[in-house]
């Protein structure tokens, strides 16, 4: 079993930054990868990127690369997900999710981010 807790969203305005916070406990993550997702209103989940724990590899999605930057610290089990230059359109349920294989296993209970205009 793998805990996951996000934390980190809230009220940000448009253009500034905010990190969120994905702790994970229950196992070693090694061998493991961590994904982040998001969910708007009325939108379907949206797949933000992921990181390789072992190895720190990066991979992201169109629509946030080069704005969102996901990092781990393995010493706090914690990865991190770094949005900068926010949009509105960022506004959404922010979560966090575990894989070994193609499909998530265990997710976090998610964290609201609301980016103001």
């Known amino acids: 079993q793998v805990q996951l807790v996000e934390s980190g969203g809230g009220l940000a305005q448009a253009g500034g930054s905010l990190r969120l916070s994905c702790a994970a406990s229950?196992?070693?993550?090694?061998?493991?990868?961590m994904d982040w997702f998001r969910q708007a209103p009325g939108k379907e989940r949206e797949w933000l990127g992921i990181?390789?724990?072992?190895?720190?590899?990066?991979n992201y999605a169109d629509s946030v690369k080069g704005r969102f930057t996901i990092s781990r610290d393995k010493a706090k089990s914690t990865v991190y997900l770094q949005m900068d230059r926010l949009k509105p359109e960022d506004t959404a349920v922010y979560y966090c999710a575990a894989r070994r294989g193609p499909k998530a296993e265990y997710w976090g209970q998610g964290t609201q981010v609301t980016v103001s205009s």
């Open positions: 229950g196992r070693t993550l090694s061998g493991w990868s």
């Open positions: 990181i390789n724990w072992d190895f720190g590899l990066t």
